[in-house]
């Protein structure tokens, strides 16, 4: 029988997080964790699914991502599910930035490897720990297939209208400054999720999905292709998030070099780590903000109504860029679990069709579920999303194929 099993590989600069699928069910047999790679107190955690193994921590010093990944295989192999097993049919791996080449997973070669590379330039904190992750699966199991799933991809069917900055054409292109996206596999898997829960074809749906984890993005899909997203050429763009900033004023950027004398390196900062909602209100976790709301705090009332705010924005500007829509969807951390969020949100819309049944909206669960009273014109769902999940599909089919 030919293998069923996919590992789903996410590479940051200091930290892999893995999971282990069977495809036959798309069940997880293995989840877990390194962090602080490169630090004396590195930690893994491994959670053995697949036979109801308990939690397994350690911490120690891992050096590099090849410690890491061979420490990852150990462990897997303790569940007689190591690395090494002929039942792992291929690595899927999370890559941030493909740039316009890359539209669809694609089987990784020393070509791929090269052009992710040179994207490094528009993904610099994220496209080299991709690589690094790559480059050390690929020397452990050079035999196997291995598989590049882009954040970038689902956004690459925007048109220009919507992908293109209005600056100077020539320097765009010099520099390759554009709409790129990011989330796009949740984006993806969400879109297609919210028309499975209305009984219908993604070709015959309106989508306006909203991704709201500590990083935010919105993304227009019209009939099951991206037409527009909040994210840019970074994931700085966009709705306010957990620390950075979503959309400002470009000249913002000039104002704090020149008048506040701040370099490239401290502004980037600034935006990037102490923005968003943490900026606003010096928390960025939407629990501990709503606990504050709810005790009359009037910094973290600021920040919630800021974030509402730019993400009615979105809604209305994405409703007006489908010219019809059938369903709002929100998803991850904040999105599945902030009835407060939603509800806000959606307030005031009912001209639009949309509207939120407070009973609904109470409701706790981990499946994709409808919160807009029954007939509404417009479906709002609450859909969680499973990014690993899709990145195994989209690995797993790619391999099927060939
Ligand atoms: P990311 O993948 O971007 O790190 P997640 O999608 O896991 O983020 O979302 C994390 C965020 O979700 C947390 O920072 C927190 O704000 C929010 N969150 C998680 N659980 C809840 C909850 N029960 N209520 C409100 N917000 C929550």
Redesign the pocket.
């Known amino acids: 029988m030919s293998p069923t099993r996919v590992l789903v590989l996410n590479s940051g600069s200091s930290s892999v997080k893995y999971q282990l699928l069977d495809m036959r069910d798309n069940s997880r047999l293995a989840v877990g964790l390194v962090e602080r790679i490169g630090e004396e107190t590195s930690r893994l955690k491994h959670t053995p699914l697949h036979g109801g193994g308990a939690t397994r921590e350690s911490t120690g010093p891992i050096p590099d991502h090849e410690a890491a990944l061979k420490a990852v295989s150990a462990e897997l192999a303790k569940d007689g599910l190591g690395l090494d097993s002929s039942e792992l049919a291929a690595i899927g791996h999370r890559v941030v930035h493909g740039g316009k080449s890359f539209t669809e997973p694609t089987v990784i070669d020393e070509a791929v490897l090269a052009e992710i590379e040179r994207l490094i330039p528009v993904a610099p904190l994220h496209n080299p720990a991709n690589l690094t992750g790559i480059r050390t699966a690929r020397a452990l199991r050079p035999d196997l297939p291995q598989v590049a799933v882009f954040d970038t991809a689902f956004h690459t069917t925007m048109p220009e209208s919507a992908a293109r900055y209005a600056i100077d054409v020539r320097t765009a292109d010099e520099y390759r400054i554009r709409r790129y996206g990011f989330h796009g596999t949740s984006h993806a898997f969400v879109s297609r999720a919210t028309a499975e829960l209305l009984g219908r074809a993604p070709e015959d749906v309106n989508v306006i999905v909203l991704h709201l984890?500590?990083?935010a993005s919105a993304s227009a899909v019209e009939k099951g292709r991206c037409v527009d997203t909040s994210m840019g050429l970074t994931p700085l763009e966009g709705l306010v998030m957990?620390t950075r900033s979503g959309d400002l004023d470009p000249a913002v950027i000039f104002h704090l070099a020149r008048v506040g004398g701040l370099s490239t390196d401290e502004i980037d900062t600034l935006l990037n780590k102490r923005s968003g909602l943490i900026g606003l209100c010096g928390d960025?976790?939407?629990?501990e903000i709503?606990r504050r709301v709810d005790e009359g705090d009037q910094q973290a009332q600021l920040a919630f109504d800021i974030y509402i705010h730019r993400l009615k924005k979105y809604i209305g500007a994405y409703y007006a860029v489908l010219g019809r829509v059938d369903a709002v969807a929100f998803t991850?951390?904040?999105g599945e679990?902030?009835a407060p969020v939603r509800e806000a949100a959606i307030a005031g819309l009912q001209e639009l069709g949309l509207a939120v049944d407070a009973e609904l909206n109470a409701v706790r669960s981990d499946e994709p579920r409808l919160i807009s009273p029954a007939g509404a014109r417009v479906a709002v769902a609450v859909v969680p999303t499973d990014e690993e999940l899709e990145i195994a599909a989209q690995t797993y089919a790619l391999v099927a194929r060939n």
């Open positions: 984890g500590n990083g957990g960025n976790d939407m629990r709503r991850a951390g904040v679990n902030a």
